[in-house]
């Protein structure tokens, strides 16, 4: 068993702990996909993106860096729900904390984001 099934194994158990261990372990095998596509281009091949999507990209960053400094919690139900894609109820079980506490967690951050990302 891969260390990413035995920690949903532990959150659908109920451990509370586990969440907190299954966001590392996500975004590292996300940047190490990313890694292998960009080594697998053509040298000198540059991915074309729009203009604003890195400026986006970095402000997202910066606001959820600067969530997380506010509310912890908070800013890991962020990156649950829009990076690991799960639903509020999921990734309420991850944090440990009910689906209710997690709707009204939800509700706050995204407010707060959009008030930083768009002031």
């Given at each position: 068993?891969?260390?990413?099934?035995?920690?949903?194994?532990?959150?659908e158990q109920g451990d509370p702990s586990a969440g907190a261990q299954l966001l590392p372990l996500v975004y590292d095998e996300l940047r190490k996909?990313?890694?292998?596509?960009?080594?697998?281009?053509?040298?000198?091949?540059?991915?074309?993106?729009?203009?604003?999507?890195?400026?986006?990209?970095?402000?997202?960053?910066?606001?959820?860096?600067?969530?997380?400094?506010?509310?912890?919690?908070?800013?890991?139900?962020?990156?649950?729900?829009?990076?690991?894609?799960?639903?509020?109820?999921?990734?309420?079980?991850?944090?440990?904390?009910?689906?209710?506490?997690?709707?009204?967690?939800?509700?706050?951050?995204?407010?707060?984001?959009?008030?930083?990302?768009?002031?």
């Amino acid at each position: 068993m891969n260390e990413v099934t035995r920690i949903l194994s532990a959150i659908e158990q109920g451990d509370p702990s586990a969440g907190a261990q299954l966001l590392p372990l996500v975004y590292d095998e996300l940047r190490k996909l990313a890694a292998q596509k960009l080594a697998q281009e053509k040298p000198g091949r540059r991915c074309r993106r729009p203009p604003w999507f890195t400026k986006d990209m970095l402000a997202l960053d910066d606001a959820l860096t600067k969530l997380a400094n506010t509310d912890r919690q908070a800013a890991e139900l962020v990156k649950l729900r829009y990076f690991v894609g799960f639903t509020v109820p999921e990734a309420a079980a991850a944090l440990g904390i009910s689906p209710r506490s997690a709707d009204f967690l939800w509700a706050y951050a995204r407010t707060w984001l959009q008030k930083e990302l768009h002031p």
